[in-house]
């Protein structure tokens, strides 16, 4: 990071050099989260060392890369300033679309997950044009779609399908290649790692360039740090809000889909796949900032680690359930307090 | 959609001819009119300073001519052609650059992505089209030295900037986009004696290479130290222009204080606390 820049530029000292890395380290939006996780590792893998075996990194990894998807999308959104509710609802309903377009309609694998992505899509656009028109806050909006698709995929399943379960995919048209694509698995001594672990990283990685190497990344930060700025210079805020609210929209969509591969089949109303607030407390946890301009991608997917080596870890250990809650809830208020330090000390750097 | 004419180099407009054309511009929020058909021009190679109280209508005319707010009748005429700006990246791209009145700084972006927000270099092609980093923190350590501030590290947050050097950002900002005019809102933080000089030199090397200025002030001083012409403002109409021939900076500021209002404040004044009468 040194070499690139201009040689006139910055003190020779070593001091201030050091002084200026040791800032941009704790400028890093995800380093509280890495320091958290590096903690529970090595307290639940002293706890419940079966957490440290194939099958226990296999199940930590799994469901770190379905929270981690939609803590992805979320942190990103949150990043320009916007809550997203909706999510881990938009996740079971669009897998339930999914599977009545097989299971009632009969259609084929394929058509049938592209129509409920275009569904999914939808939600997200209603989402955006509600939030960037009506200057309602998106996290009333978005609690709004939330309820409305709960209760709409519930009494929808229980009146086309007869239950709250829809099952008996497996043998619709392009199933196998549907399975290949998001429910592949690899088996790697007694852990089984599922192909949702690629899906999560290279969401990770493409949002993470996005955000620190384009335009749009730029008018993400900008969308949420300086919103009247960023309109006052041109950056367009509407559409990137709209764009990001599609984007949570996809990831819900992959949620859904992944599950929906996995156990082929769909059920509704269940302890489902993680709820719009779990990913943006995994977002916060990975340092974003609520009043947005600020947190990043990676911190999300470490995150997302955090959350899910802390519930199996509590598991495996032996522990009541409920513990993890409370445990979530303190982690929460230490991430609150440390991304509120950072961000103090990053806009204390002294300028000399 | 008008074609928006690619911005010339510095010294593109000619001396005296109009660069920018206001025509009967009128701005309405919700029925209330902020500008009622102003009409002027802004020539080539000279500051007009715009003069009046506030809710004059002098923050909206910054606010058309930088492409944020949509005239609803009338003509913006740039060199001659009628624009539509949509959003202020195409005024900006046409080469209206502005300092805004709140400098319009994100505070927690580095100072670079700052400086190109909205307007960044970028190499490659779509999918994988991203920012030329390199180029855009080199020119925006060349702009900053310009206006002043030199050994900056640019990856480093605008929040650690002070609030001159803050200002300079804008500037410098405004500087480089500005191939055809500049439109600047005097900001409202105090400024010391060094910021104000900075400010105004800027504006006048801006004038000395054939931009047309604009330059909102509160300061009648300021205004008639650089400004070449003065629009008057009051209730959103044209009240008057005046040449530095007409005026000296005792008129100014009487006509900037509303001339009869501030006169029928004084003698309310004076009848309450005849002691005033004596100052």
Redesign the interface.
Known sequence: ?IS???PT???PVGITRGR?LAGRAL?RPSLPALVGLVGVVVFFGLEAPELLTWGGVASVLDAAALLGIGAVAVALLLIAGQFDLSVGVLATASSLVTALLIANAGWDTWPALLASLGVALAVGVVNGVLVVNTGLPSFLVTLATFLVLQGSSQALAHTLAGSVRVTGLDDAPGWASAEAVFGSTVQLGDGRFRVSLLWWLGLTAVAT?ALW???FG?AV??SG??R?????????VRRTTLGLFCLSASAGWLIGTLGLIRIGGVQVGGPGLGTGIDFLLIAVIGGCLLTG??GSAVGAAVGALLYAVARHGIALAGWDAPWFQAFLGVLLLVALVANGVV?RR??????? | MTEVPAPGGPGAGQAGLPVLELQRVTVRYGSVAALSRVSTTLPAGEITCVLGENGSGKSTLVSVL???RRHDEGQLLLAGEPMHFR??????AAGIA?V?Q????????SIW?NF?????P?RGTWPL???D??RA??TT?RAMARVGVS???????A????AG?RQSLAIARALHFGARALVVDEPTAPLTVAQQRLLLQSIVTARGQGLAVLLVTNNPRYAHLVGDRFLLLAHGQVAGMLTRDDVDASDLMRLMAGGEEFSALTSALTDLHSELGDR
């Open positions: 990071m690139d820049r201009l530029l910055g003190s200026r400028a360039w190497r384009t335009r730029n930060f900008a740090g300086a009247r700025a960023a309109r006052q210079l041109g950056v367009p301009g600020y961000r990053l806009k204390a750097v002294p300028r000399s | 930088s492409g944020l959003s202020p990246r195409q005024a900006r502005t805004w709140d400098l319009a700084v994100a505070p927690l972006l992505r190109f927000l909205g307007a960044e970028t089209r991203r920012l980093i390199d923190r080199e350590v050994g900056l590290d640019p990856d480093q947050p929040s650690t900037l002070q050097a």
